[in-house]
C-alpha cells in the first residue's frame, strides 16, 4: 500500500486516490516497457503554447522511437490549478484532471499540494516506487526544476535537466 503523509480532507484524499488510480492505469497499459518521467511546467490538453507544443512533439517522437521505453509527461506541482491562463471549472472530472493520453503521450498531474521540498519528495518515491525509475527528465524553468534535481541526488537517480523558460531573455534582447 502506498501511504502520503497527509493530514487533509476527505475531498484531498479522494483526490489522492484518483491520483493513485492513474498510476495504476499507467502501469496497466504500459506493461514490459521501461518508464520515463518528463517534467514539465505546463502542456496539452489545459494548455496550447509553443512550449506544450514542442513537449508534445518531443514526447511523441520519443515514443513512436522506442519500443522498449515510454516517456510520460509529469506537470509541477501546482499546475494546472494556479495556472493564470487554465480555467478548471465545469471542464474537467477528478479522472481527467490526473490522467489524461493525446496522441501516444500520457500526461499526469500530480495531486494539488503546496510547491515544497518535502511534497515533491514524497510524491516522486511514490513514483519511483511505482515505477522503477532510474532517470527522470526535467525540462522546465530552473525554479521548478531543482527539487527534482535535488531529488535525483539524493536518491542516487540521474536527472537530465533541458533548460526551458529563457524567452523572457530572447524577448529582452529583441527590444534593444
Known amino acids: 500500500m502506498i501511504n502520503f503523509n497527509m493530514t487533509r ?7 489522492f486516490n484518483v491520483f493513485l488510480q492513474s498510476l495504476k492505469i499507467i502501469k496497466t497499459k504500459l506493461k514490459n516497457v521501461k518508464i520515463i518521467p518528463y517534467v ?8 496550447s503554447s509553443g512550449y506544450a507544443s514542442r513537449t508534445h512533439h518531443i514526447l511523441n517522437t520519443f515514443n513512436s522511437m522506442y519500443s522498449d521505453k515510454q516517456y ?6 501546482g499546475f494546472p490549478y494556479h495556472h493564470r491562463r487554465v480555467d478548471l471549472k465545469n471542464k474537467l472530472t477528478n479522472n481527467d484532471l490526473f490522467l ?9 498531474t500530480l495531486p494539488n499540494l503546496p510547491k515544497n521540498k518535502s511534497n515533491y519528495n514524497q510524491l516522486f518515491d511514490i513514483l519511483s516506487r511505482y515505477f522503477n525509475f532510474t532517470t527522470i527528465h526535467v525540462a522546465s524553468d530552473w525554479i521548478n526544476a531543482m527539487p527534482i534535481i535535488h531529488y535525483c541526488n539524493n536518491k542516487s537517480l540521474k536527472s537530465i535537466y ?3 523558460g ?3 531573455i530572447s524577448a529582452a534582447c529583441r527590444k534593444i
Not at 480532507?9 to 483526490?15: A, E, F, G, L, Y
Not at 514539465?40 to 494548455?47: C, E, K, Q, V
Open 162 to 164: 533541458e533548460i526551458r
Open 40 to 47: 514539465i511546467a505546463s502542456g496539452y490538453p489545459f494548455l
Open 9 to 15: 480532507s476527505n475531498n484531498d484524499k479522494k483526490k
Open 100 to 108: 489524461n493520453k493525446l496522441d501516444n503521450v500520457f500526461y499526469l
Open 72 to 77: 510520460i509527461a509529469i506537470f509541477n506541482i
Open 166 to 168: 529563457m524567452w523572457h
